[in-house]
């Protein structure tokens, strides 16, 4: 409960809850925290525009330079800016391995990671940050596959209501592959990505 607080704190800064057990608290609590947090001022454009980026960052657990860098990176690409910004943090190795239902929360993800218990076609890769492409196969390494955490995400515990249509996931095997560029329509993450686009091309 300890470490929930923390990402409870910063859900209700952020209007969303970001990990399950932050459900509970932001619901109980829906609005800033601190002193003044019922009767906040209005809130200006800028302040909008950094909230709606400041989501972003916190639903890939990412840092401010890496999501700059995804957006520089996205700015480059041909099409709308913000649609590709969401694909390429979509094809996160943390992000799909949180998305298939391998993992509770995309720190439950990360950890996974980075303590090697995911391969990338059949190779071991310790890189949350690592950019998949459509074709590539995620699962978890056969060692680890005992493990309690995997025993519960196998039997489904993670899976939600609606399938992710960019993603084959077989999931009692702990395996998932990337069918194709994530949509901006089918992700499920909430910020208005043309918000993003302005704070960033201010």
């Not at 990360?110 to 218990?117: I, P, S």
Request: proline share 7%; with cysteine.
């Amino acid at each position: 409960m300890n470490q929930a607080r923390p990402k409870a704190r910063l859900s209700r800064a952020l209007g969303i809850p970001l990990t399950p057990k932050c459900v509970k608290y932001f619901e109980r609590r829906p609005y800033p925290p601190g002193v003044h947090g019922r009767g906040r001022k209005k809130i200006t454009d800028y302040g909008t525009r950094l909230l709606e980026k400041q989501r972003l960052r916190h639903q890939y657990n990412v840092s401010e330079k890496q999501l700059r860098r995804a957006f520089d990176e996205a700015a480059r690409m041909p099409g709308k800016t913000g649609e590709n910004l969401i694909a390429l943090l979509e094809q996160r190795l943390d992000a799909v391995v949180l998305r298939s239902g391998m993992a509770r929360t995309i720190y439950q993800a990360r950890q996974f990671v980075t303590h090697r218990h995911v391969l990338v076609n059949g190779r071991r890769v310790d890189k949350p940050s690592y950019r998949l492409r459509p074709g590539d196969t995620v699962e978890v390494a056969a060692k680890s596959r005992t493990m309690e955490p995997f025993v519960v995400s196998a039997a489904g515990a993670h899976v939600g209501g609606n399938p992710t249509p960019y993603l084959d996931v077989t999931i009692s095997a702990l395996r998932a592959t990337l069918l194709a560029v994530p949509p901006r329509a089918q992700v499920p993450v909430i910020c208005d990505v043309q918000m993003i686009v302005e704070f960033y091309s201010r």
